[in-house]
């Protein structure tokens, strides 16, 4: 049988490969190729091959040549040949190079390619994508690691899939606690000196060299496919994508470098189709419009725009630090909410203000473009002398707000925005109301404090207020707001029921602009809720997030409630940290 098969043509040999898995198992034994290779010392077998491949190792250039056409071409036409109507596959034109390989097609069956031959089509030596990294670990007793890890926090191994503690070779009371690259010395002199002082009174330090491989099995197709594929495959990937998708998808784009500039927007390359990045996108029945640009979008918190949004309650006032183009602004307005938005990119408010207008929300969006800190400073400070706070020209960079407080209080007489009730569509209304009981029972949310009676008050009988908001619903439906309803006054340093901050990177390092911006005197009801978003990585843990809040806020967080919302990468996760407000965090001078 092993004879007969060896004399066989290619064609069938793939055919027999599916009669059953024994044939499966003998064509494919590594022993059976060696002996159908040898077969073409055979001039008859040899002649039954009726095809060669050649490759132009300088050009990387794969050719097939029928072998009639081979045996009767001389050899400086061989050399001349431009271009070949059998190419198996062509990196470029053939130029005047002696092919120095030559496969039969079985072998790239096989992936049997003698050296020399295309990268793209060889059998991947795996061991050629191996890293070697010198390190430096410490031994420490395994139940001190989790005080090690928290005092070390930034001076650990921060790789994907690779877990900064490991065995202990030599004792199974030990851990190995392996350090980043950037302490390359033994001394540790990278590490800051009250590092190591907290680190020794900890316990005794133990530094012993340990070393680390990256093989091919950790390393992502992605990373894989750069190394092997040639320059260039990008555009063709794209050129296709657009010419089958086209009308419906218009721009192919590549996102190169990380995220690195002040607003936090990524950079992208247009591979195909047209350079305007501007798009509309919907979620939950909202409509946003945005240049990719410009601005930073993620598609995939859609599910965490309305979860949070889908604990707020109509009435309710929203303070959104970092509000981008508005993906938990808009929903909260949507929901009957008055939302108090800032973002530092200009760009970021003005597609914030076009998506307000779009969904109909312009009345209930208001829109900072200041630093946060800034914002919260203004927006909950008291005004001297019973001003309010104004969201006008002097207090945006670029843009006016959604709501031009001086030419309303001019056009009313009052000092007092009246808002308009208009009628929400189900489809959105509903869409919201459908995850809230879910996303409430999952996260076992601390649910939000009632709007104080001295706060809500008619319309004929309300106090002077920076803006008021419809709050009431329709007796026969609850997804519809009424006209002619209850109108709240709101005076933000006197209450606020929510804080967002999505800025997960450096979102915590801002909860210090609530330290002492709350005056006691003048506040209402219970302290607002805050929504931080926050990373922990695989060496940190929530009570490493924990003591971070509290050290920015100079408080103890009561009761924090950790949600994850999505992985990152394999070692970091993005968490939302929802808390109240300490009453620490009071203005001392009015507190007590």
């Given at each position: 049988?092993?004879?007969?098969l060896?004399?066989?043509?290619?064609?069938?040999?793939?055919?027999f490969?599916?009669v059953?898995?024994?044939?499966?198992?003998?064509?494919?034994?590594?022993?059976?190729?060696?002996m159908?290779?040898?077969?073409?010392?055979?001039?008859?077998?040899?002649?039954?091959?009726?095809?060669?491949?050649?490759?132009?190792?300088?050009?990387?250039?794969?050719?097939?040549?029928?072998?009639?056409?081979?045996?009767?071409?001389?050899?400086?036409?061989?050399?001349?040949?431009?271009?070949?109507?059998?190419?198996?596959?062509?990196?470029g034109?053939?130029?005047?190079?002696?092919?120095?390989?030559?496969?039969?097609e079985?072998?790239?069956?096989?992936?049997?390619?003698?050296?020399?031959?295309?990268?793209?089509?060889?059998?991947?030596?795996?061991?050629?994508?191996?890293?070697?990294?010198?390190?430096?670990?410490?031994?420490?007793?395994?139940?001190?690691?989790?005080?090690?890890?928290?005092?070390?926090?930034?001076?650990?191994?921060?790789?994907?899939?690779v877990?900064?503690?490991?065995?202990?070779?030599?004792?199974e009371?030990?851990?190995?606690?392996?350090?980043?690259e950037?302490?390359?010395d033994?001394?540790?002199?990278v590490?800051?000196?009250?590092?190591?002082?907290?680190?020794?009174?900890?316990c005794?330090i133990?530094?012993?060299?340990?070393?680390?491989?990256l093989?091919?099995?950790?390393?992502?197709?992605?990373?894989?496919?750069?190394?092997?594929?040639?320059?260039?495959?990008?555009?063709?990937?794209?050129?296709?994508?657009?010419?089958k998708?086209y009308?419906?998808?218009?721009?192919?784009?590549?996102?190169?470098?990380?995220?690195?500039?002040?607003?936090?927007?990524?950079?992208?390359?247009?591979?195909?189709?047209?350079?305007?990045?501007?798009?509309?996108?919907?979620?939950?029945?909202?409509t946003?419009?945005?240049?990719?640009?410009?601005?930073y979008?993620?598609?995939?918190?859609?599910?965490?725009?309305?979860?949070?949004?889908?604990?707020?309650?109509?009435?309710?006032?929203?303070?959104?630090?970092?509000?981008?183009?508005?993906?938990?602004?808009?929903?909260?307005?949507?929901?009957?909410?008055?939302?108090?938005?800032?973002?530092?990119?200009?760009?970021?408010?003005r597609?914030?203000?076009?998506?307000?207008?779009?969904?109909?929300?312009?009345?209930?969006?208001?829109?900072?473009n200041?630093?946060?800190?800034?914002?919260?400073?203004?927006?909950?400070?008291?005004?001297?002398?019973?001003?309010?706070?104004n969201?006008?020209?002097?207090?945006?960079?670029?843009?006016?707000?959604?709501?031009?407080?001086?030419?309303q209080?001019?056009?009313?007489?009052?000092?007092?925005?009246?808002?308009?009730a208009?009628?929400?569509?189900?489809?959105?209304?509903?869409?919201?109301?459908?995850?809230?009981?879910?996303?409430?029972?999952?996260?076992?949310?601390?649910?939000?404090?009632?709007?104080p009676?001295?706060?809500?008050?008619?319309?004929?009988?309300s106090?002077?207020?920076?803006?008021?908001?419809?709050?009431?619903?329709?007796?026969g439906?609850?997804?519809?707001?009424?006209?002619?309803?209850?109108?709240?006054?709101?005076?933000?340093?006197?209450?606020?029921?929510?804080?967002i901050m999505?800025?997960?990177a450096?979102?915590?390092?801002?909860?210090?602009?609530?330290?002492?911006?709350?005056?006691?005197r003048?506040?209402?009801?219970?302290?607002?809720?805050?929504?931080?978003?926050?990373?922990?990585?695989?060496?940190?843990?929530?009570?490493?997030?924990?003591?971070?809040?509290?050290?920015?806020?100079?408080?103890?967080?009561?009761?924090?409630?950790?949600?994850?919302?999505?992985?990152?990468?394999?070692?970091?996760?993005?968490?939302?940290?929802s808390?109240?407000?300490?009453?620490?965090?009071?203005?001392?001078?009015d507190?007590?």
């Amino acid at each position: 049988m092993h004879e007969i098969l060896s004399r066989l043509p290619v064609k069938p040999l793939c055919c027999f490969k599916l009669v059953s898995k024994p044939w499966l198992s003998l064509i494919s034994n590594p022993k059976f190729i060696a002996m159908h290779s040898k077969a073409i010392e055979n001039k008859n077998v040899f002649f039954q091959r009726r095809r060669l491949v050649f490759i132009d190792p300088l050009h990387h250039c794969l050719y097939s040549l029928d072998l009639d056409q081979f045996l009767n071409q001389n050899h400086a036409d061989l050399k001349n040949r431009k271009e070949n109507k059998n190419n198996v596959a062509v990196d470029g034109p053939v130029t005047p190079v002696t092919p120095v390989a030559v496969a039969t097609e079985l072998d790239f069956v096989y992936n049997q390619c003698p050296k020399g031959r295309h990268r793209g089509l060889e059998m991947l030596d795996e061991s050629k994508f191996d890293v070697h990294l010198k390190l430096w670990a410490l031994r420490i007793p395994r139940e001190l690691c989790k005080g090690a890890t928290r005092v070390l926090n930034g001076y650990l191994l921060d790789k994907p899939r690779v877990k900064p503690i490991t065995e202990d070779p030599t004792s199974e009371r030990n851990r190995y606690m392996i350090l980043s690259e950037k302490v390359q010395d033994s001394d540790l002199s990278v590490i800051p000196e009250s590092v190591l002082s907290e680190l020794k009174d900890l316990c005794e330090i133990d530094v012993v060299p340990y070393s680390l491989t990256l093989g091919y099995s950790y390393w992502g197709a992605d990373h894989i496919l750069k190394q092997i594929l040639p320059p260039g495959v990008e555009d063709v990937i794209a050129k296709v994508i657009y010419d089958k998708n086209y009308p419906r998808i218009k721009t192919i784009v590549n996102k190169v470098g990380s995220i690195s500039n002040e607003f936090r927007v990524p950079t992208f390359e247009v591979l195909a189709g047209e350079k305007d990045m501007v798009t509309e996108v919907k979620q939950y029945g909202a409509t946003f419009k945005l240049d990719y640009s410009l601005v930073y979008w993620n598609s995939r918190l859609e599910h965490e725009h309305i979860r949070l949004v889908s604990q707020f309650r109509a009435g309710e006032v929203i303070c959104d630090m970092f509000a981008g183009i508005g993906p938990f602004a808009i929903p909260a307005a949507q929901k009957g909410c008055i939302v108090y938005a800032n973002d530092l990119n200009p760009d970021s408010i003005r597609y914030l203000k076009i998506n307000a207008e779009i969904n109909k929300v312009g009345d209930h969006v208001h829109a900072y473009n200041l630093d946060a800190r800034e914002f919260v400073s203004q927006l909950m400070a008291v005004p001297d002398s019973g001003k309010e706070l104004n969201s006008d020209a002097s207090m945006l960079k670029t843009c006016e707000t959604c709501t031009n407080h001086g030419s309303q209080e001019s056009a009313s007489g009052k000092g007092m925005l009246t808002v308009e009730a208009k009628e929400v569509p189900d489809s959105v209304t509903s869409n919201v109301d459908d995850l809230q009981g879910s996303s409430r029972n999952t996260d076992a949310s601390v649910p939000p404090a009632k709007r104080p009676a001295n706060v809500c008050q008619s319309e004929n009988g309300s106090v002077d207020g920076t803006n008021s908001l419809v709050t009431g619903r329709s007796k026969g439906s609850k997804n519809k707001r009424i006209r002619g309803s209850e109108i709240i006054n709101v005076k933000t340093w006197e209450h606020v029921d929510h804080v967002i901050m999505n800025l997960p990177a450096s979102a915590l390092e801002f909860l210090d602009a609530f330290k002492g911006v709350i005056q006691r005197r003048c506040w209402r009801d219970t302290l607002p809720l805050i929504h931080c978003y926050c990373f922990i990585r695989a060496s940190e843990t929530q009570e490493y997030i924990i003591s971070v809040a509290e050290a920015a806020l100079k408080a103890n967080i009561k009761d924090p409630i950790f949600h994850r919302v999505r992985d990152v990468a394999p070692n970091k996760a993005m968490f939302c940290l929802s808390f109240r407000l300490p009453e620490a965090c009071i203005s001392p001078k009015d507190h007590g």
